[in-house]
């Protein structure tokens, strides 16, 4: 096992298997030395866990929860293409969508669950850029949706 997955492995923490796309697309792409990743939605055990617009029907903690899901589902994505999460350089970036009611502007305090997640387990080679969007709806009514750039 490589050093990201003991890290999530301490930290309770399980890829989820890869969640077939809902259309005709990919969940993550190899090109040159990075892995780009479909946008994720925080599925686990096959069901989405956390639904609604943040600032209405999600708390900012809920989100969080959220956007950690999101990750997992990314980096699972990752390690599909490449096999293992050890042949991860470093997170390049990270593109984080947050269902948001209309005066919702915590986008960043959600997001950084995701950031917070991959500093965990990839150490400095997890410290990224990053954008955090509010968005007025996200595909299945998600609160949350992550994108990965990764170097390979």
């Known amino acids: 096992m490589s050093a990201p997955e003991e890290r999530l492995a301490e930290l309770g923490l399980e890829l989820p298997p890869v969640a077939p796309p809902a259309g005709d697309y990919v969940p993550a792409v190899v090109s ?18 956390v639904s609604g617009k943040l600032g209405i029907d ?59 997640l991959l500093g965990q387990v990839f150490g400095d080679a997890g410290k990224h850029a990053r954008s955090a969007i509010g968005v007025a709806a996200l595909p299945l009514n998600a609160s949350v949706e992550v994108e990965l750039i990764v170097e390979v």
């Open 32 to 49: 040159g030395s990075f892995v780009y990743t479909s946008g994720q939605v925080p599925f686990v055990d096959g069901e989405l866990a």
């Open 58 to 116: 999600v708390d900012i903690d809920e989100g969080r929860q959220g956007a950690r899901a999101c990750t997992l589902n990314a980096l699972a994505a990752v390690k599909s293409v490449v096999g293992d999460l050890g042949k991860v350089k470093r997170v390049v970036k990270v593109v984080g969508f947050v269902n948001s009611a209309p005066d919702f502007s915590s986008q960043p305090q959600v997001m950084n669950a995701a950031s917070e």
